[in-house]
């Protein structure tokens, strides 16, 4: 299948005000690209000014781009095609945890506490919730399933400061703070636990009335390779288009500004397509103002 997606994007400040950003689809995906996604830019008092981007990969294999909005304020967007399998998450229900003695170098980060994950905190709890459970995919199911009956979602929860031990304790939060907690939970029990963020558009599911937004979930290495897991709808999903990965949601925030600003406009859009050749339609009318729904 084909899957269309992008965002639009709109940033109003006073000053000029640097930007990286990590909203280009992985580099693990981009071998999917139909129609390439490249960021437009275009300053909102005047469209015409030239503005410079560079771009670079972080230390986690994330693509970056580097700008400086200027004063009055600036629009992103992007819009690309990319081929799916159309399959949903794989499952590997025998796959086995490799103790840490045995696992490979670039999975070590993914064992330790990070600034929204604190292992620390967390440690005790998880081996009393998740000891008895038998290793393996068994035990991360078993944690996903915790974490998405234990948690209640809504947009109106959305904290950017909350952390896995705040969300396990006030018991709620959007999908950032499931990936959290389950990152954290699963870290606790020796097993690499990664998080991520991108784009899942409701194919095969009921739609959702709510504004389209980017989602988070998380990976983790059992059986010699990572494997999805999505604590907020713990059910195999088509059609995941990951953006970044790292170590929560500090390592693969979309936006770092360095200045103050307001979020005019934003929209993402995400959905399946069946003949390339009729026209994309505009993501949304243009005098629509969204407001950011938290993922």
């Not at 992008?6 to 280009?24: A, F, K, N, Q, S």
């Not at 490799?98 to 330790?112: D, G, I, N, R, T």
Request: negative net charge; contains cysteine.
């Amino acid at each position: 299948m084909r899957i269309r997606y992008g965002y639009r994007i709109e940033l109003v400040c006073e000053h000029d005000m640097p930007l990286v950003t990590l909203l280009d689809v992985h580099p693990s995906r981009r071998h999917d690209l139909v129609r390439p996604d490249e960021m437009r830019v275009t300053a909102l008092d005047d469209p015409s000014t030239f503005i410079p981007i560079s771009q670079h990969h972080d230390a986690f294999g994330n693509i970056c781009r580097r700008l400086a909005a200027p004063s009055g304020g600036i629009r992103l967007e992007s819009e690309g095609i990319i081929q799916d399998s159309g399959e949903p998450d794989r499952q590997s229900h025998s796959a086995d945890e490799v103790p840490p003695s045995q696992l490979p170098e670039e999975a070590l980060p993914y064992l330790l506490g990070s600034r929204y994950c604190e292992t620390d905190k967390l440690s005790d709890r998880a081996w009393g919730l998740f000891g008895q459970v038998p290793p393996g995919w068994a035990r991360v199911q078993a944690i996903t399933d915790f974490v998405h009956n234990h948690l209640s979602f809504g947009y109106h929860f959305a904290r950017s400061t909350r952390t896995a031990a705040e969300a396990f304790e006030e018991k709620v939060g959007v999908c950032r703070d499931f990936a959290h907690l389950a990152v954290a939970f699963c870290r606790c029990m020796n097993i690499p636990a990664r998080y991520c963020n991108g784009y899942l558009g409701d194919i095969g599911v009921p739609p959702n009335p709510a504004p389209m937004d980017f989602n988070a979930w998380f990976e983790v290495f059992l059986g010699g390779r990572w494997h999805t897991f999505d604590a907020r709808h713990n059910e195999p999903r088509i059609g995941r288009i990951v953006i970044a990965r790292g170590r929560d949601a500090t390592d693969v925030a979309m936006i770092n500004s360095f200045g103050s600003h307001t979020l005019q406009r934003f929209e993402v859009i995400t959905e399946e397509i069946e003949d390339l050749s009729i026209p994309l339609a505009p993501m949304l009318p243009p005098q629509f103002d969204a407001q950011p729904a938290a993922a």
